[in-house]
T-cell receptor, first 115, second 115 residues
Framework: GEDVEQSLFLSVREGDSSVINCTYT??????LYWYKQEPGAGLQLLTY?????DMKQDQRLTVLLNKKDKHLSLRIADTQTGDSAIYFC???????????????FGQGTILTVHP | GAGVSQSPSNKVTEKGKDVELRCDPI?????LYWYRQSLGQGLEFLIY????????KSGLPSDRFSAERTGGSVSTLTIQRTQQEDSAVYLC?????????????FGPGTRLTVT
């Protein structure tokens, strides 16, 4: 079955890098996503990576994918207090099935950035 | 452009009553999803509509839950005979398939409280 795991808490100092980790079990996952949720707000798509890629960089965000170990990470460079939020990783299934596109989420990592 | 909108933003209902939650997806998006977010269960997939295909209802927790999507646009999630365990934030998302990725954009959610 599908299972996505994340550590629950991460605390960093402003200006440092943050690394949020995620593991997943479904080897047929095609796309892996990172979402951000600020207090009282909906989910904001940050970035995603296709499963045949190892890395994707987008400004301060770097996504690393180790498909062999089913490990995904999100690195935020020069973390700011505005980055404090809950970060969810999610996977979606491969093409062809009726569940194509459906997201399975991890439980979320609460990132706290201290000044 | 306009994002995904949901109404109402908050709903308080008595146990046993029926509720209807509405989602207006982003114009032109062919896929629409419902998820719910609760403290105990995290983010759970409920149902998925893609174009004119039969919906994927595999995430609906009981037969008290149903959803429809009229005219390929607006969707309504109905919960009959609400129970206290239905209290959660119900999130709607829409997407347009782009190169195989279903980048899902979420609405702000409807917070349902069953008393």
């Amino acid at each position: 079955g599908e299972d996505v795991e994340q550590s629950l808490f991460l605390s960093v100092r402003e200006g440092d890098s943050s690394v949020i980790n995620c593991t997943y079990t479904d080897s047929s996952s095609t796309y892996l996503y990172w979402y951000k949720q600020e207090p009282g707000a909906g989910l904001q798509l940050l970035t995603y990576i296709f499963s045949n890629m190892d890395m994707k960089q987008d400004q301060r965000l770097t996504v690393l994918l180790n498909k062999k170990d089913k490990h995904l990470s999100l690195r935020i460079a020069d973390t700011q207090t505005g980055d404090s939020a809950i970060y969810f990783c999610a996977e979606s299934m491969g093409a062809g099935g009726t569940s194509y596109g459906k997201l399975t989420f991890g439980q979320g990592t609460i990132l706290t950035v201290h000044p | 452009g306009a994002g995904v909108s949901q109404s109402p933003s908050n709903k308080v209902t008595e146990k046993g009553k029926d509720v209807e939650l509405r989602c207006d997806p982003i114009s032109g998006h062919t896929a629409l999803y419902w998820y719910r977010q609760s403290l105990g269960q995290g983010l759970e997939f409920l149902i998925y509509f893609q174009g004119n295909s039969a919906p994927d209802k595999s995430g609906l927790p009981s037969d008290r839950f149903s959803a429809e999507r009229t005219g390929g646009s607006v969707s309504t999630l109905t919960i009959q005979r609400t129970q206290q365990e239905d209290s959660a934030v119900y999130l709607c998302a829409s997407s347009f398939r782009s190169g195989g990725s279903y980048e899902q954009y979420f609405g702000p959610g409807t917070r349902l409280t069953v008393t």
